[in-house]
């Protein structure tokens, strides 16, 4: 079994699954939590639901006792960053994230606020993810526009080793990135990811999927989930028949 990078037990099925709480409204997102805390690892805050309500939302998770993934991908220069990384500790979210393309010294910025952050308040560090390329980017994208002259799997991988070199705790990686991620990065290193379905659910919009079994299979550590769950008539048995795949894939 694999176990994450910053847990020296392995991670248990029910600890791999990140609900998004990508709800149109406070009220609907912390019924949810209320609903599930007992059955998942985390919940996803985006930036939807943090543009609406702001940190008071993840201070009422957290005060439930809600662990929460706080998905704003910071892209700033470093000292922005570094404050925005200390503040994402203070409010004692469990995972945050930046853009890898905000540079080796943005990514450095982070995780060294991030822990002083932390040693401060005496609280444990969270992880900081590096988001590579955006799974809705292809090769096309990245070279008409970006003018990146090369393929997008070499982008991530590389993008993935400037996170590690500047000691992110891992990367937010598209189910089809996860055995190369893999392959590329040596150590401790955190895959989550999105784009994960059961096959009984819908496809949705998502083109690059695996099953929540599938997932684990390939490395990765967590896996956020959002419409098979959320859209499910009975949420907390969707979550549970996920959690069965984990076990299988483990
Ligand atoms: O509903 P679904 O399971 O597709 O939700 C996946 C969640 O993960 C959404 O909050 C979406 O914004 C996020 N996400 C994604 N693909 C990425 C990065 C984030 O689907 N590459």
Redesign the pocket.
């Known amino acids: 079994m694999r176990s994450s990078a910053t847990h020296n037990a392995p991670l248990t099925p029910k600890e791999r699954i990140i609900i998004?709480l990508?709800l149109d409204s406070d009220r609907e997102a912390l019924l949810l939590v209320d609903e599930l805390i007992g059955d998942v690892g985390m919940f996803?805050v985006?930036h939807q639901l943090f543009t609406a309500y702001g940190p008071d939302i993840v201070r009422r998770i957290r005060d439930k006792g809600g662990r929460v993934f706080l998905?704003l991908k910071y892209h700033d220069i470093p000292n922005t960053v570094a404050k925005a990384s200390a503040e994402a500790v203070k409010l004692g979210v469990s995972i945050f994230n930046v853009h890898a393309l905000g540079g080796l010294d943005m990514m450095k910025a982070a995780v060294v606020a991030a822990k002083e952050e932390a040693d401060r308040q005496r609280s444990p560090l969270p992880l900081v993810l590096a988001?590579t390329i955006?799974?809705?980017m292809d090769d096309t994208a990245l070279r008409r526009e970006l003018k990146i002259n090369r393929s997008l799997r070499r982008e991530v991988c590389h993008l993935a080793e400037l996170a590690q070199r500047a000691g992110m705790s891992g990367v937010?990686a598209?189910p089809r990135e996860i055995t190369m991620l893999r392959k590329a990065i040596r150590g401790r290193f955190v895959v989550l990811t999105?784009?994960?379905?059961p096959a009984w659910a819908d496809k949705?919009?998502?083109k690059r999927i695996m099953s929540p079994g599938e997932a684990v299979a390939a490395g990765a550590d967590y896996l956020?989930?959002?419409?098979?769950?959320?859209k499910s008539p009975d949420r907390r048995a969707a979550v549970h028949k996920i959690i069965h795949e984990i076990e299988q894939g483990l």
């Open positions: 998004a990508d996803k985006g998905d988001v955006l799974t809705s937010v598209s999105p784009g994960v379905r949705d919009d998502q956020v989930v959002g419409r098979p769950v959320l």
